[in-house]
């Protein structure tokens, strides 16, 4: 093999390792990956330590940024690609630039570890994503002042978008996703207040 097809293949290879297309381009997932890692990962994604998670294509249901190696890679003497020492930096540049969110008013509820009493709040989203261990369920519920609940369980076949519930659990965590103050429950048990029909979960 010569110099230049071992040169060629490293930086075929390079671009294939952190999950870029033959041209270089790469289609990076913003925000907070963590819970739908599994997802991305079936529908082709690839973990790259420098880039996060990244798609070597357009892939609808995630929120992605196109970019390409020539922002975050450059050529050493030998004509081999090696990731610039700032790529951490301009990662970060590049996903704060592309993620736009205003404040919300929700604040956290409670401490970490104590219970979450009977909560009146609506059901405004839910999404299902893969794991390890089988299909999780996020669902996010607004209280009555605009503060935001979240469970992740098993997939709930009977909780819906806008029905109006009783919820109350056990606080696992406080965090924050695009400006919002998201108090995270586990252990939930909920009443359907308003809705098709009205069970206990």
Known sequence: MTK???????NSNFMKWNGMSENGDFYKVLGNTYDIKDSIKKDGGKFSRELGWVFDREVPGY?????????VAEKNFDGKY??????????KAIEK?????????????????SKLGATVAEIVNSKVVSTVYGDMEILTFKDIDGNTIVWKTSPKEDLEIGMV?????????HSEFRGDKQTVITRAKIIVLSGPDKEEF
């Open 82 to 91: 090696f990731f610039k020492d700032d790529v951490f930096k301009t990662i």
């Open 63 to 71: 929120d992605l940024v196109k970019m390409n190696i020539s922002e």
């Open 97 to 113: 630039a592309n993620t736009h969110y205003e404040e919300t008013s929700s604040q956290f509820l409670g401490t970490v570890g």
């Open 4 to 10: 230049i097809e071992r040169v060629h293949n490293w």
């Open 165 to 173: 519930v009783q919820i109350n659990g056990i606080i696992k965590d």
